[in-house]
């Protein structure tokens, strides 16, 4: 009796605890309200000192070592970020504009529904995109409703896409004037009969344009017929010609032959489905004043066309042009994705994405650094947990959720998606008045972001962080089966001259580990030994002859450079081993890393 | 706005079958389909079982999560037998199948129709198994997830609520596994505590409390017998409480509401201080983990113990696998029960239902046709029915041959459902469907683009198409096996590898190689592939360029792969060694020769890349999907080899004149007659 009663309070104390977990109305945003939410965001923006935003991606990592780990420089980290932004796809967008006032902390929190809808049947934003079923699934227990997302999922395109499909999406647009003046290669014979032919077409259409313009008397079948028999046409109310073209050779000398008639034919580029240019239409202007008029016509049709085809991207638009601090759980799996899905391709190395990046967004605060500086122990992913770790300070952060026109509905349970974007403004509230810190320090922090590939140094061991040299490291691999990492230090141990000195042995997943020398030296003399059958005595010639291998960081690094993600790294690493013949490294980057036990692969986690 | 439903799961399956017996006479009744999802899975089966044992024949159908990974990975003209079995290959690999129909089919001779009993399986890989996972990834393609919304499907459903499923494989490879963890001597667990150090104050302190509780329990048992301290106890108001209950007949203290940090501190604690308490970590059918400390009493009871300890984990591990297979029991028992299985262009699918539930595809079309067919014996793709068989294809008149055209075409009768259409009984089939034990000849067919309804479908067409080619169902008895039927013969395991191009493989004859595959109007020794060449050339262009440095006559033709590559034919294979020979020189000297070059228009730009036909070969088994054709020959790598090695050479020749088989060629000749035919008529 006493038991049952107890074991019931326990239970319902379990309840208390996910209901402390404060639930905010987050405004859901979908296609269908997109639009009229879009004033209401700015306003948001514009009135709120910082943002925070959170991703609900389709997958994070396909194998435990594509994970972004202790062992990585800031290229390695970089190249395995990319390596999944350009994978998976964001469903959900969480953005959280807020103000700091003293404690109080007020939130703007919106939660966008995502998808990438071929909207224009170009295969754009994306072709396809992974899913890790486990994420899913996962997702599917909080209660994620995956049919609002496909069905009424916003779609976007990329600020590189949009340019690309300005031209493919069938509208003519207006002929870029630059390339008009780059006159290139020297006119050939065929080149000048081609433009000759194609002048005295223009010519004569242009004269019956201005004759039709005077004779405003004709009736229809007349000019219905002289349409006909000059081949021209109407573009809405003006008239116009369309000539063909071959090749884009063509598209350039007609631009540069028009340029005569500029003051009333206006020419426009017509694309073909295999994105060239199918044919030149030359509009006719009554006047000048119709000129301008024409023009910014056609100025409106574009931006109300790319509007559309931007869709989502307008609001990480807003955010970029808003300039204010963007606070992130993970700068690096975050902004990756951001730039990979509403920016740009990723480029193929650190620094290129960082000063892309920071083009974009000026200001962005990683939390995870912040949090590290406050409480190191802390680990950031699990944003409760660290919310409660840092419950030893007194610093009460009030949320006031000041989202106009948003009706709460307390058993709505999709109104709850959205909630990591307040919680980390609000953790963000709180390490700010921990550390006390002014708003300079964090103006600059695009600093710390720890991923500036100058960067010499880093850790090993969380909790004695102990900077290691990458020589000094070493991938080992083909190993038996079954082997924890303390046994394998013993089995070293005894195995080779080298190991008598201090050393460690890491897993990084289940096919290969780390030994990390703490003496300079060692690592050369390992790995030629090794490679080097005959020198070997005991046990580690036996376990070279079961298949051990070993290499040194380059081998990692290449494997992660020409994208070799095996499920195993025993696997990239023998590939990388392979393709070392036609590699010419040029990386000059980081030459350290920090050890920590943290990052290496726990198998109480797998 | 009902595309957004959430659907309540079981309520939707009954009230299919509930709302179709109540208003059978209403003809606005929505079709009745036995939906099963992970909540009614196991009971279905049991039914299934029978249902499968009395069909004449099964039609399948499946919903994937995508069909090509990259454009250029689509059936092309110039894809060989081989490359477009790597293509399909790519496919079956890379996307998951999200619904699976299947739908018995069984003629009731007293009714004098075909009773049908459609299932609608929503499948997802939902990692069941926790120990060891294999990575589970899967792709979906955005068009393809459209297409899916377009016919409302339910994704909420399938993640949801989806049935798992593993691959034979992937049983035997978790089976191994398990055996690892369990079934050797010496390798326990104790091990991965000694990697665990207290380091932070707080663990000390945890770890001295549990010390002295575990002590204090001891004590007291040992002092006043097992029955003493029965109450629990809680400490500090938190959820953690500990209780006295008894383990394998021995007392143990139960652990709740610990962190896996906390037990493993508590394990750590045992381990070191009492030697005659064990630490257990236990999990239940429910997966619900259990933490005990059992006493013991002697050396020889602790070993015991942790033997059943371990044979217990072992035991809970071989029934979450016997769990974990899941959907695959299905096709087990169609594989076991050898029953005809009817697909529409069906190759694809049963390459799907090879790499899900069977293993990973072989590399090669003969090693997959040699395989599939020691697993299902009888295959029949109606597609090959209604394009191959003369009188068939003329029925069709010259319309397309998709699934929902060619139901409507050949079921009028069942798409409309109604009774005055049938005005020809005697050329139409009776079928009636029976979902649940509700028989009903009655419905609005509806849109919908379910599996199970598309199953359906092909089960009508095949039903009705042996009707037509004059099969007597009514004197066909239960003991013949319709996939031994001579009318049917001809068309049994064939599939169509490529619809668009034609390409037919026979399933039953394979061990050897090329054999059994329609000639190609192809020569492949002929190709050379181009890629990386300035994105503005058009074939046209490419045609024009190499042309004047070879004659006017030695390219055929050039097709376009995707924007950044073409496949260009010359006249001969001696023109391909020529070609790459040339662009290998152009490109080593800069001089200006090499600038007025004609061929100098493709190589500008310097990263043209160029290859003989083995290379793309090579470019469409890689398992990287690239989206533009050139990104994946750079990234697959196959730039360096730019010259056809001589000693391949030879080889692919032969590969090349295929040899055709008096069967193939006989499919073939009917074929192309009829199709003069049609076109005369």
Same mark, same amino acid.
């Given at each position: 009796?006493?038991?049952?009663?107890?074991?019931?309070?326990?239970s319902?104390?379990?309840?208390?605890?996910?209901?402390?977990?404060?639930?905010?109305?987050?405004?859901?945003?979908?296609?269908?309200?997109?639009?009229?939410?879009?004033?209401?965001?700015?306003?948001?923006?514009?009135?709120?000192?910082?943002?925070?935003?959170?991703?609900?991606?389709?997958?994070?990592?396909?194998?435990?070592?594509?994970?972004?780990?202790?062992?990585?420089?800031?290229?390695?980290?970089?190249?395995?970020?990319?390596?999944?932004?350009?994978?998976?796809?964001?469903?959900?967008?969480?953005?959280?504009?807020?103000?700091?006032?003293?404690?109080?902390?007020?939130?703007?929190?919106?939660?966008?529904?995502?998808?990438?809808?071929?909207?224009?049947?170009?295969?754009?934003?994306?072709?396809?995109?992974?899913?890790?079923?486990?994420r899913?699934?996962?997702?599917?227990?909080?209660?994620?409703?995956?049919?609002?997302?496909?069905?009424?999922?916003?779609?976007?395109?990329?600020r590189?896409?949009?340019?690309?499909?300005?031209?493919?999406?069938?509208?003519?647009?207006?002929?870029?004037?630059?390339?008009?003046?780059?006159?290139?290669?020297?006119?050939?014979?065929?080149?000048?009969?081609?433009?000759?032919?194609?002048?005295?077409r223009?010519?004569?259409?242009?004269?019956?344009?201005i004759?039709?313009?005077?004779?405003?008397?004709?009736?229809?079948?007349?000019?219905?017929?002289?349409?006909?028999?000059?081949?021209?046409e109407?573009?809405g109310?003006?008239?116009?010609?369309?000539?063909?073209?071959?090749?884009?050779?063509?598209?350039?000398?007609?631009?540069?032959?028009?340029?005569?008639?500029?003051?009333?034919?206006?020419?426009?580029?017509?694309?073909?489905?295999?994105?060239?240019?199918?044919?030149?239409?030359?509009?006719?202007?009554?006047?000048?004043?119709?000129k301008?008029?024409?023009?910014?016509?056609?100025?409106?049709?574009?931006?109300?066309?790319?509007?559309?085809?931007?869709?989502?991207?307008?609001?990480?638009?807003l955010i970029?042009?808003?300039?204010?601090?963007?606070?992130?759980?993970?700068?690096?799996?975050?902004?990756?994705?951001?730039?990979?899905?509403?920016?740009?391709?990723?480029?193929?190395?650190?620094?290129d994405?960082?000063?892309?990046l920071?083009?974009?967004?000026?200001?962005?605060?990683?939390?995870?650094?912040?949090?590290?500086?406050?409480?190191?122990?802390?680990?950031?992913?699990?944003?409760?947990?660290?919310?409660?770790?840092?419950?030893?300070?007194?610093?009460?952060?009030?949320?006031?959720?000041?989202?106009?026109?948003?009706?709460?509905?307390?058993?709505?349970?999709?109104?709850?998606?959205?909630?990591n974007?307040?919680?980390?403004?609000?953790?963000?509230?709180?390490?700010r008045?921990?550390q006390?810190s002014?708003?300079?320090?964090?103006?600059?922090?695009?600093?710390?972001?720890?991923?500036?590939?100058?960067?010499?140094?880093?850790?090993?061991?969380?909790?004695?962080?102990?900077?290691?040299?990458?020589?000094?490291?070493?991938?080992?691999?083909?190993?038996?089966?079954?082997?924890?990492?303390?046994?394998?230090?013993?089995?070293?141990?005894?195995?080779?001259?080298?190991?008598?000195?201090?050393?460690?042995?890491k897993?990084?997943?289940?096919?290969?580990?780390?030994?990390?020398?703490?003496?300079?030296?060692?690592s050369?003399?390992?790995?030629?030994?090794?490679?080097?059958?005959?020198?070997?005595?005991?046990?580690?010639?036996?376990?070279?002859?079961e298949?051990?291998?070993?290499?040194?960081?380059?081998t990692?690094?290449?494997?992660?450079?020409?994208g070799?993600?095996?499920?195993?790294?025993?696997?990239?690493?023998?590939?990388?081993?392979?393709?070392?013949?036609m590699?010419?490294?040029?990386?000059?980057?980081?030459?350290?890393?920090?050890?920590?036990?943290?990052?290496?692969?726990?198998?109480?986690?797998? | 706005?009902?595309?957004h439903?959430?659907?309540?799961?079981?309520?939707?399956?009954?009230?299919?079958?509930?709302?179709?017996?109540?208003?059978?006479?209403?003809?606005?009744?929505?079709?009745?389909?036995?939906?099963?999802?992970?909540?009614?899975?196991?009971?279905?089966?049991?039914?299934?079982?029978?249902?499968?044992?009395?069909?004449?024949?099964?039609?399948?159908?499946?919903?994937?999560?995508?069909?090509?990974?990259?454009?250029? +990975?689509?059936? $092309?003209? #110039? %894809?060989?037998?081989?490359?477009?079995? @790597?293509?399909?290959?790519? /496919?079956?690999?890379?996307? !998951?199948?999200?619904?699976?129909?299947?739908?018995?089919?069984?003629?009731?001779?007293?009714?004098?129709?075909?009773?049908?009993?459609?299932?609608?399986?929503?499948?997802?890989? +939902?990692?069941? $198994?926790? #120990? %060891?996972?294999?990575?589970?990834?899967? @792709?979906?393609?955005?068009? /393809?997830?459209?297409?899916? !919304?377009?016919?409302?499907?339910?994704?909420?459903?399938?993640?949801?609520?989806?049935?798992?499923?593993?691959?034979?494989?992937?049983?035997?490879?978790?089976?191994?596994?398990?055996?690892?963890?369990?079934?050797?001597?010496?390798?326990?667990?104790?091990?991965?505590?000694?990697?665990?150090?207290?380091?932070?104050?707080?663990?000390?302190?945890?770890?001295?409390?549990?010390?002295?509780?575990?002590?204090?329990?001891?004590?007291?048992?040992?002092?006043?017998g097992?029955?003493?301290?029965?109450?629990?106890?809680?400490?500090?108001?938190s959820?953690?409480?500990?209780?006295?209950?008894?383990?394998?007949?021995?007392?143990?203290?139960?652990?709740?509401?610990?962190?896996?940090?906390?037990?493993?501190?508590?394990?750590?604690?045992?381990?070191?201080?009492?030697?005659?308490?064990?630490?257990?970590?236990?999990?239940?059918?429910?997966?619900?983990?259990?933490?005990?400390?059992?006493?013991?009493?002697?050396?020889?009871?602790?070993?015991?113990?942790?033997?059943?300890?371990?044979?217990?984990?072992?035991?809970?591990?071989?029934?979450?696998?016997?769990?974990?297979?899941?959907?695959?029991?299905?096709?087990?028992?169609?594989?076991s029960?050898?029953?005809?299985?009817?697909?529409?262009?069906?190759?694809?699918?049963?390459?799907?239902?090879?790499?899900?539930?069977?293993?990973?595809?072989?590399?090669?079309?003969?090693?997959?046709?040699?395989?599939?067919?020691?697993?299902?014996?009888?295959?029949?793709?109606?597609?090959?029915l209604?394009?191959?068989?003369?009188?068939?294809?003329?029925?069709?008149?010259?319309?397309?041959?998709?699934?929902?055209?060619?139901?409507?075409?050949?079921?009028?009768?069942?798409?409309?459902?109604?009774?005055?259409?049938?005005?020809?009984?005697?050329?139409?089939?009776?079928?009636?469907?029976?979902?649940?034990?509700?028989?009903?000849?009655?419905?609005?067919?509806?849109?919908?683009?379910?599996?199970?309804?598309?199953?359906?479908?092909?089960?009508?067409?095949?039903?009705?198409?042996?009707?037509?080619?004059?099969?007597?169902?009514?004197?066909?008895?239960?003991?013949?096996?319709?996939?031994?039927?001579?009318?049917l013969?001809?068309?049994?395991?064939?599939?169509?590898?490529?619809?668009?191009?034609?390409?037919?493989?026979?399933?039953?004859?394979?061990?050897?190689?090329?054999?059994?595959?329609?000639?190609?109007?192809f020569?492949?020794?002929?190709?050379?592939?181009?890629?990386?060449?300035?994105?503005?050339?058009?074939?046209?262009?490419i045609?024009?360029?190499?042309?004047?440095?070879?004659?006017s006559?030695?390219?055929?033709?050039?097709?376009h792969?995707?924007?950044?590559?073409?496949?260009?034919?010359?006249?001969?294979?001696?023109?391909?060694?020529?070609?790459?020979?040339?662009?290998?020189?152009?490109?080593?000297?800069?001089?200006?020769?090499?600038?007025?070059?004609?061929?100098?228009?493709?190589?500008?730009?310097?990263?043209?890349?160029a290859?003989?036909?083995?290379?793309?070969?090579?470019?469409?088994?890689?398992?990287?999907?690239?989206?533009?054709?050139?990104?994946?020959?750079?990234?697959?790598?196959?730039?360096?080899?730019?010259?056809?090695?001589?000693q391949?050479?030879?080889?692919?020749?032969?590969?090349?004149?295929?040899?055709?088989?008096?069967?193939?060629?006989?499919?073939?000749?009917?074929?192309?007659?009829?199709?003069?035919?049609?076109?005369?008529?």
């Amino acid at each position: 009796m006493q038991r049952r009663f107890l074991s019931s309070l326990s239970s319902s104390a379990g309840n208390t605890k996910t209901l402390n977990q404060a639930k905010w109305s987050v405004k859901q945003v979908k296609k269908s309200n997109f639009h009229l939410t879009l004033d209401e965001i700015r306003t948001s923006i514009d009135s709120s000192e910082f943002i925070a935003l959170s991703l609900q991606n389709t997958g994070s990592y396909a194998a435990a070592w594509h994970r972004v780990s202790a062992i990585d420089t800031p290229q390695t980290s970089y190249l395995k970020a990319k390596y999944a932004a350009e994978r998976y796809q964001i469903l959900q967008f969480s953005l959280c504009p807020f103000s700091l006032h003293d404690s109080k902390l007020i939130a703007h929190p919106y939660n966008f529904h995502l998808f990438p809808r071929d909207e224009l049947k170009l295969g754009m934003p994306s072709y396809s995109f992974s899913c890790q079923a486990s994420r899913l699934t996962s997702m599917a227990r909080e209660g994620f409703d995956f049919n609002t997302c496909i069905y009424e999922g916003i779609s976007y395109l990329s600020r590189a896409q949009e340019s690309a499909s300005k031209f493919l999406s069938g509208n003519p647009i207006l002929a870029d004037p630059i390339t008009v003046s780059s006159s290139s290669s020297p006119a050939t014979v065929a080149d000048t009969m081609f433009v000759g032919r194609i002048r005295s077409r223009v010519k004569n259409w242009r004269q019956s344009c201005i004759e039709s313009r005077s004779k405003t008397g004709d009736d229809d079948l007349v000019s219905c017929l002289r349409r006909l028999v000059l081949g021209s046409e109407q573009y809405g109310s003006r008239l116009c010609l369309t000539i063909d073209v071959c090749s884009e050779r063509q598209v350039q000398l007609i631009l540069e032959m028009m340029t005569e008639f500029s003051d009333d034919v206006v020419p426009l580029l017509v694309a073909s489905k295999s994105k060239g240019t199918q044919s030149v239409r030359a509009v006719f202007m009554s006047s000048k004043k119709d000129k301008d008029l024409f023009k910014r016509e056609l100025q409106d049709i574009e931006n109300e066309e790319n509007r559309r085809v931007r869709g989502f991207r307008e609001v990480v638009d807003l955010i970029s042009s808003s300039q204010k601090p963007v606070v992130s759980q993970n700068y690096l799996s975050d902004f990756t994705l951001i730039h990979a899905k509403f920016l740009g391709p990723l480029p193929s190395n650190v620094d290129d994405f960082n000063s892309s990046l920071s083009s974009a967004f000026p200001n962005v605060v990683d939390l995870s650094q912040l949090m590290k500086e406050i409480s190191p122990l802390s680990n950031i992913s699990n944003l409760p947990t660290a919310m409660s770790s840092l419950n030893r300070f007194f610093a009460p952060v009030d949320v006031e959720v000041a989202n106009q026109g948003c009706p709460v509905k307390s058993n709505e349970v999709h109104q709850s998606h959205g909630q990591n974007a307040v919680m980390l403004s609000q953790l963000f509230a709180k390490l700010r008045t921990i550390q006390k810190s002014d708003l300079s320090t964090l103006q600059s922090n695009e600093d710390c972001q720890g991923l500036a590939s100058d960067d010499e140094n880093v850790k090993v061991w969380s909790k004695n962080n102990r900077r290691v040299s990458l020589e000094n490291l070493v991938f080992i691999w083909g190993l038996m089966k079954k082997m924890t990492a303390s046994k394998l230090k013993n089995v070293l141990q005894t195995s080779h001259p080298v190991f008598a000195q201090e050393f460690d042995v890491k897993y990084l997943d289940k096919s290969c580990a780390i030994v990390v020398f703490w003496e300079s030296g060692l690592s050369e003399t390992f790995i030629s030994d090794v490679n080097n059958e005959e020198k070997l005595d005991g046990s580690l010639r036996e376990m070279v002859a079961e298949g051990l291998r070993a290499s040194g960081y380059e081998t990692y690094k290449r494997a992660c450079r020409l994208g070799f993600w095996e499920a195993e790294l025993a696997d990239s690493l023998d590939k990388s081993l392979e393709s070392s013949d036609m590699d010419l490294d040029l990386d000059t980057e980081a030459s350290e890393i920090d050890w920590s036990s943290e990052f290496a692969i726990n198998f109480d986690e797998l | 706005m009902r595309r957004h439903k959430q659907w309540p799961l079981r309520p939707l399956a009954y009230s299919f079958c509930s709302s179709s017996a109540e208003t059978v006479t209403n003809s606005t009744v929505a079709f009745p389909l036995k939906h099963v999802t992970k909540s009614n899975f196991e009971t279905t089966l049991n039914d299934l079982r029978s249902l499968v044992k009395a069909a004449d024949f099964v039609a399948i159908d499946l919903e994937m999560t995508g069909v090509t990974s990259a454009p250029w +990975r689509d059936s $092309l003209e #110039f %894809d060989r037998y081989d490359v477009r079995y @790597l293509k399909v290959k790519d /496919s079956a690999e890379k996307f !998951a199948v999200v619904q699976f129909g299947v739908c018995p089919f069984r003629w009731d001779s007293h009714t004098q129709s075909f009773v049908s009993h459609p299932h609608n399986f929503f499948v997802f890989p +939902r990692q069941e $198994l926790t #120990f %060891d996972p294999p990575a589970h990834e899967f @792709l979906c393609q955005t068009t /393809s997830i459209d297409f899916l !919304a377009k016919y409302q499907f339910d994704f909420n459903t399938c993640i949801h609520e989806g049935i798992s499923y593993l691959s034979r494989r992937q049983e035997e490879d978790a089976s191994k596994r398990l055996e690892m963890l369990y079934g050797e001597e010496g390798i326990d667990s104790t091990v991965e505590t000694e990697d665990l150090k207290l380091v932070r104050l707080s663990d000390v302190l945890f770890a001295e409390r549990m010390k002295k509780m575990i002590n204090e329990w001891r004590s007291g048992l040992l002092h006043s017998g097992n029955a003493s301290s029965e109450s629990p106890r809680i400490s500090n108001g938190s959820t953690q409480s500990t209780e006295t209950v008894f383990y394998h007949m021995r007392p143990a203290l139960s652990l709740k509401g610990f962190t896996s940090h906390q037990l493993r501190v508590i394990k750590l604690v045992v381990g070191k201080h009492f030697g005659d308490l064990v630490y257990i970590h236990s999990n239940d059918k429910n997966s619900y983990s259990q933490d005990f400390v059992v006493y013991t009493d002697s050396e020889y009871d602790k070993e015991n113990l942790m033997k059943e300890a371990k044979d217990e984990r072992k035991r809970v591990g071989e029934r979450k696998i016997q769990y974990a297979i899941g959907f695959r029991q299905v096709i087990d028992l169609l594989s076991s029960e050898k029953k005809l299985i009817v697909g529409h262009n069906c190759f694809l699918d049963i390459a799907h239902v090879y790499s899900k539930f069977l293993g990973p595809l072989p590399s090669t079309a003969e090693k997959f046709v040699a395989s599939i067919n020691n697993h299902f014996p009888y295959i029949v793709d109606t597609k090959i029915l209604l394009n191959v068989n003369p009188v068939l294809h003329q029925r069709m008149k010259k319309s397309s041959t998709s699934l929902s055209s060619a139901f409507s075409l050949l079921c009028p009768q069942i798409e409309f459902s109604s009774r005055s259409s049938v005005s020809f009984p005697q050329q139409h089939v009776k079928i009636e469907v029976e979902v649940d034990n509700v028989r009903s000849s009655n419905w609005n067919a509806g849109g919908k683009h379910e599996a199970g309804y598309d199953a359906f479908m092909t089960g009508c067409i095949f039903a009705q198409a042996c009707n037509h080619l004059g099969f007597d169902f009514k004197q066909h008895s239960q003991s013949d096996h319709l996939a031994q039927n001579e009318k049917l013969d001809k068309y049994i395991n064939r599939l169509y590898l490529s619809w668009t191009r034609g390409d037919i493989i026979n399933l039953r004859t394979g061990h050897s190689n090329a054999d059994n595959w329609r000639v190609s109007k192809f020569k492949y020794g002929n190709i050379v592939l181009i890629w990386n060449f300035p994105r503005k050339l058009k074939a046209r262009e490419i045609k024009e360029c190499i042309c004047k440095a070879f004659g006017s006559a030695s390219v055929t033709s050039v097709y376009h792969v995707d924007d950044s590559a073409v496949f260009v034919m010359f006249k001969n294979s001696e023109l391909v060694w020529d070609f790459l020979t040339l662009k290998q020189q152009l490109e080593s000297s800069d001089g200006p020769v090499s600038v007025l070059h004609p061929l100098s228009k493709i190589l500008e730009g310097g990263n043209t890349g160029a290859a003989d036909y083995e290379a793309y070969k090579e470019i469409c088994s890689s398992h990287i999907s690239k989206i533009v054709f050139s990104d994946q020959a750079e990234t697959v790598g196959v730039k360096s080899r730019t010259r056809p090695d001589p000693q391949g050479e030879t080889e692919r020749k032969e590969e090349n004149t295929v040899v055709v088989t008096p069967t193939a060629s006989d499919l073939i000749d009917t074929f192309l007659a009829n199709r003069v035919e049609a076109k005369a008529g």
